[in-house]
């Protein structure tokens, strides 16, 4: 029986059967929606009426005989800074309250003649600025797991919706590990896939050169079916790059890693990582051992500059893009009372607009660029990509993945962290440096830690342009994980109606 | 005690350095595919990419480039293989993403020059201007400031705003510093952007029309002590509107400059503006505190880099400089400065060379141009090329060549063929246009105009050959005008014993 707690492959399967319609399946999800959602608060917007009309289209044209794309009729959250036509868009940010883009992002238009069923839009961090999800002008998403904890973030939202059967799939972005923390710190998988892989057209920028839209699922093969239907060329989008998707749903279903030579990065791994991530992690390998892949370690020996890189390039390039938040053509205005200037408009608009995280990276990335300080800051920062990029061509040429855990901790409470940034900061540091390089990675979930019960992520990371070799890892450890398992990760989540 | 012109220009030495802008004629925008057409109502040629929506992202128009190559070419440019747009951020309601789109140290032509000539009171004198660098960006909206007295932002009641202009590409071509042109300063600048505009003319690269803002220039000029081998503060004076209001502006700037230093003042780095009415500038936004655009490479795009093959390709086909070709021409042609100038005001060069190669004879080309067809033009209020094709010009002068019409007849060809009566042939066919040259018919006509005059017949006779006027008029009128006159000179003269 296709439920909500089937895979998105499944429902594709059982849609293209005519065993459910897309209508039942997209009703199914909004009531789950409506049901959990007050616990979890993935959602900020909830396109009932534009979902069900979807479903009814795409229903109809199945019934027609029409030749349908594989994950048509398929339900989907997608994250609140891709713009979608006449659907409020915000970023997760005041700024943009009531906004309503007049056309749709690359991804989002790709989804809709996929027929993918878009139920609404998911919270996030404010500009995707953060890791928890705190950051948010519309309160916080709570992680299905524990509703004490953080689902992570910057795409929170997109992650808590799908552990918590909202919805099958999810779009979310990822700029230093948007994506992959939150699908480990709420136990599904992630990707962020090569740079350019997906067209960033329409997606609200944060940090242009490292912003990358990726899939979110349950499982790897789900993952794979998203990524294909959003992956290609855009004509649109400059720095989209112009060559075939790489074959990452075949990969996903290869489930065999013989001869494969796996790096595990020594830099990331160790001390600073918590007892059961680093317990996990090694039973990863085991398993990947055992199923005929070969380990080696490698070292990254720039990797422990990146972090401090990320946030002078990141924010340098977010004081920029965030400049047209200026009230003249959209979105919130403030203090236009007839007796202030157009300067003076602007800024009140942002100074009662954007929240504190994106004042704080606004303001770095403006000091960082400023006449005088670019070579120490911005230009330093680009040497140490570039040094990054290097450890990850040399650590390539011994492996045909890297390996690393997504996230020192697992799934942290609300407020733990809110008023120390670098700690927050801090839990990016396995996932930035896959940004920095332009590469793709994988969060898969690997188990609970042991002492807290908690999901954990083992990052999977692959060269440009090789999406399917991550695929072809992680289908293989998946499958082997569920067989020692008996049952998928999310079937050991406490039930949410319990929760409080 | 103020200096005027001529003695701020014998104390003071001016160094020159010139910025213009161009806006490119291409269809489309630079980042997006919206049209560009000049006049069209506000905001309909808008995009959510030059509008600068959120999520929006540029695509470089290939056009543009192109278009900016030819421009380097054909000012001696050295083409970078690999150049980059980056971003110029500041805050302004006008500029949709408060970040312009441009190239800062990585423009994609730079090094060139450009030889303009000027008339010196020792003859005519040759500048070089070395061109620093030529680069793309894109324009901004367009803002109108309603209420307040200044039409400035600052006092006005409200803005109205204007996206069409947002995102048209403009090219911006940087000169070094011009030293060494003394007081000629503000005729090499005019001479400079003259030159400049009849190149991008020739290119077919832009509409060039200062009085519409598609070639604009800013005019930054410093005064020093001749002799002292210093640099003074320069001011930049923008709002420059027309060739004229280049050396207008630079003369009153460097007059204003070279008496705040007699008067023991300093010069204020600031833009100012032009006023065209009084030749005076007036200051605008102070420079004082450099502002700090925070350039940085354009992350959403990627770099420019042209291939070798293509560059050669287009410098192949980059049309003969304007200013060489005049000369050129003006060799060939043998015509004095004057009528070549007349030509080149008139912009009539190219229609008088395509009446040449199609045959015409030279000097009448040039001739029934800027005589006739310009006549009749100025009356229409037109250009004198939308009056007539050359290649009609041409069969006209043909036929005066050849005899078959008089300079009298053929004015009323043109005058047929302007008034939409056909080809030459037409008018001459429905008109009867045609010069008589039998020689029975016209001898008629002379024995007749004999026996109407015979005294001043007898003093042709008798050796008075001036006399003959008389009667050939008298031939010409019986003919309608349609007689050679020379032709029925010579019969009449034989005729009477003379010939």
Known sequence: MTNIHSTAADMASALAAKEISSIELTKQHLDRIASVDGKINAFLHIDNAGALEQAEAIDKKRASGEKLSPLAGVPIAVKDILAQKGIPTTAGSKILEGWRPPYDSTVVAKLKAAGVVILGKTNMDEFAMGSSTENSAYGTTQNPWDLTRTPGGSSGGSAAAVAAFEAPLAIGTDTGGSIRQPAALTGIVGVKP????????????????????????????????????????????????????????????????????????????????????????????????????????????????????????????????????DSMRYGLRV?????????????????????????????????????GYYDAYYGSAQKVRTLVKQDFDNAFAKADVLISPVTPTTAFKIGEKSDDPVAMYLSDIATIPVNMAGIGGMSLPVGLADEDGLPVGLQIMAPVMQDDRFYRVGGTLEAALLSKWGQPILSKAPDLAVQK | MTLDYKAATEKYEPTLGLEVHVELNTNSKMFCSCATEFGASPNTQTCPVCLGLPGALPVVNGKAIESTILIGLALNCSIAPY???????????????????????????????????????????????????????????????????????????????????????????????????????????????????????????????????????????????????????????????????????????????ANRLEAGERIIQETRHFLEESGLTRPGRSKEQAEDYRYF???????????????????????????????????????P????????????????????????????????????????????????????????????????????LTDKLARQVVEGVVNGEGSPKDVIEKRGLKVVSDDSALMVAIEAAIAAQPDTAERIRGGNIPAAGALIGAVMKATGGQADASKVRELLLKHLGQG
Request: proline share 5%.
């Open chain 1, 194 to 325: 090569t740079y350019g892989a997906v067209s960033r057209y329409g997606v609200v920028a944060y940090s242009s050169s490292l912003d990358q839209v990726g899939p979110f699922a349950r499982t790897v093969l789900d993952t794979a079916l998203l990524h294909e239907a959003i992956a290609g060329h855009d004509e649109r989008d400059s720095t989209s790059i112009n060559a075939p998707v790489p074959q990452v749903v075949t990969a996903a279903k290869r489930l065999d890693v013989k001869g494969m030579k796996i790096g595990v990065i020594k830099e990331l791994s160790g001390s600073g990582f918590q007892a059961g991530v680093s317990a996990r992690i090694a039973e990863s390998i085991e398993l990947l051992v055992a199923a005929g892949a070969e380990i080696v370690e490698v070292s990254c020996p720039n990797f422990e500059y990146a972090l401090a890189a990320y946030y002078l390039i990141a924010p340098s390039e977010a004081s920029s893009n965030l400049a047209r938040f």
């Open chain 2, 83 to 257: 150049s980059r747009f980056a971003r110029k951020n500041y805050f302004y309601p006008d500029m949709p993403k408060n970040f312009q789109t441009s190239q800062y140290d990585e423009p994609i032509c730079v090094d060139g020059y450009l030889d303009v000539e000027i008339e010196t009171d020792e003859g005519p004198k040759v500048f070089r201007v070395d061109i620093e660098r030529v680069h793309m960006e894109e324009d901004t909206g367009k803002s109108l400031h309603v209420g307040g007295s200044t039409g400035r932002i600052h006092g006005a009641e409200y803005s109205l705003l204007d996206y069409n202009r947002a995102g048209i590409p403009l090219v911006e071509i940087v000169t070094r510093i011009i030293p060494g042109t003394g007081k000629y300063a503000p005729q090499v600048a005019r001479a400079y952007v003259t030159q400049l505009r009849d190149i991008l003319r020739s290119l077919g690269v832009s509409d060039v029309k200062m009085e519409q803002g598609s070639l604009r220039c800013d005019a930054n000029v410093s005064l020093a002590p001749i002799g002292s081998g210093l640099l003074g503060t320069r001011s930049e004076t923008k709002n420059v509107n027309s060739l004229r209001s280049v050396e207008r502006a630079l003369t009153g700037e460097i007059e204003r400059q």
């Open chain 1, 335 to 371: 203090g236009d009372d007839g007796s202030r200037g157009a300067e003076e408009v602007m800024s009140a608009t942002r100074e009662a607009g954007f929240g504190k995280e994106v004042k704080r990276r606004i303001i770095l990335g403006t000091y960082a660029l400023s006449s």
């Open chain 2, 337 to 404: 400065d004057s009528e070549m100038n007349s030509l080149i005001n008139a912009e009539l060069v190219d229609v008088v060379e395509e009446t040449i190669k199609l045959g015409a004879e030279p000097t009448r080309a040039r001739t029934w141009w800027l005589g006739e067809i310009s006549r009749l033009a100025n009356e229409k209020e037109v250009a004198p090329t939308s009056l007539i094709s050359t290649a009609f010009v041409a069969e006209i002068i043909a036929l005066i060549t050849s005899g078959d």
């Open chain 2, 297 to 335: 490479p354009e992350p959403d795009l990627v770099p420019v880099t042209p291939d070798a093959k293509w560059i050669e390709e287009l410098r192949a086909k980059l049309p003969e400089n304007p200013a060489d070709r005049r000369k050129r021409l003006q060799k060939e042609w043998n015509v």
